[in-house]
Structure formats: C-alpha cells, structure tokens
C-alpha cells in the first residue's frame, strides 16, 4: 500500500524556537494532504488542509501565522511551527489523499511527537 | 454539523473472545464511514470503509462492520480477538462535500491473556 513519512519522528525544541516537520508520499502523488494534532488519549483535530500550489486551508482557532505549511510539490508538504511554547507540545500526524469522493484513500504518516522545554 | 461518537472510551477483552466496538455519527445524507487503527506510536491505518452497497462491510485483519442506518451507527466486530488488537480505534466520517474526515474520540481495546 502507499506510504506516508514524516520526519522527524520525534523532535525537543527550546521554546521560542522554530521547528519543521516534513511529510512526504513516497509512492504516490498526493494532491491534497492534512494536518491534524493529537493530544494524550484524545483524537485527530484538524488543523489544516493543503493542496499542491496553493495556500492551505485552516481550520477555525488555528493560528496560521504559528503553524506555517507548505505544500510545494505532490509528494511533499511541511508543518513549521513558529517561536514555539510548551503549549505546541503534541503528536503531529500528516496524511495523504488520492483519489476522489467515493474511491478515494487517505494515509496517514507515523506522527512527530513534538516536546517544547 | 457532522459528528461520530464512540461511547467507549475504552474496552478490555479476552484474547479470543468476541468484540464489538460501537459507533454513531450524525449526518444528514448517506454517510461515508472509515474505521481506522492506531497502534502506539504509529500513524492510523484503515481497517474498512463503508461508501454503499452491502451494509456489511469486511475488512484487513478479520475485522467487519456493519452500517444501519436505522440507529445511525457504524459498529466494529471481530470474531476473536488476538493480542496484537490492542490498540486504538477511530471510527470517522466524511463531511458534507467530501472534504474533511471527521474523527470520533477514540476507543482504546485492551486485550488480557
């Protein structure tokens, strides 16, 4: 089946600095891909929705200044987060959508779990 | 507005016994129903999907799903449960237009020997 990576699998930031996570489909293109975070026990909140070339798209009570993403080719979108706080702490999981609406797949990276000291 | 609710925040069964993990969404149309796995520190993966067609849907590692439309639900079953089932389980839903995926909360599966 396709495959989604995400890089770094696990990253530790002193706050206010800034970090990026990269998302890639390594066997496929992907014209749509998402950003959620999960909190402990908790589940996927969207964050944002990027397509190829274009600006993402946010979801309500997202700061789109403080989670910066780019999507600039059809295997690769990346989350910055800026001048990160110990309240950016969190598993960031990315996914991939090809296909469309009622054949399509949606994949899922492994996550960054993301430690702001 | 669209939502899925897993009333279960978590369940422990016996290994080989039976499960059932239940699921209700709210939406207004013919839902399009996803059950994906979350092993710790994994990404999800999707164990069925139901778009149309037989409400019975089969999935990867002996898992099914039946959607009744009657009681708004999407239930998740297997036969018997093995250890390596331990794991979380979302239940979501498309929303309107097809865009976003809608999660529910999450239901965590313990299995004991």
């Known amino acids: 089946g396709a495959v989604v990576s995400q890089h770094p699998s696990r990253v530790i930031c002193k706050s206010g600095t800034s970090v990026k996570i990269e998302c890639r489909s390594l066997?496929?293109?992907?014209?749509?891909m998402f950003w959620y975070r999960q909190f402990p026990k908790q589940s996927l909140m969207l964050m944002a929705t990027?397509?190829?070339?274009?600006?993402?798209?946010?979801e309500q009570g997202v700061e789109k200044d403080k989670f910066l993403i780019n999507h600039a080719s059809l295997t690769l979108s990346t989350l910055t987060v800026t001048s990160a706080h110990p309240e950016d702490s969190s598993f960031y999981i990315c996914s991939a959508r090809v296909g469309s609406l009622g054949a399509y797949e949606q994949y899922f990276g492994p996550g960054t779990r993301l430690t702001v000291t | 507005a669209q939502s899925v609710t897993q009333p279960d925040i978590h369940i422990t069964v016996s290994e080989g016994a039976s499960l059932e993990l239940r699921c209700n969404y709210s939406?207004?149309?013919?839902?399009?129903l996803f059950w994906y796995v979350q092993s710790p520190g994994q990404g999800l993966q999707l164990l069925l999907k139901?778009?149309?067609?037989?409400?019975l849907v089969q999935g990867i590692k002996g898992f099914e799903a039946e959607f009744k439309r009657s009681q708004s639900s999407f239930n998740l079953r297997k036969p018997s449960v093995h250890w390596s089932d331990a794991a979380e389980y979302f239940c979501a839903v498309l929303n309107t237009g097809g865009f976003k995926t809608i999660f529910g909360a999450g239901t965590r599966l313990f299995v004991k020997a």
């Open positions: 139901y778009f149309s067609g037989d409400t």
């Open positions: 066997d496929f293109q992907a014209t749509t």
């Open positions: 990027s397509n190829e070339g274009s600006k993402a798209t946010y």
């Open positions: 939406y207004g149309a013919t839902p399009y």
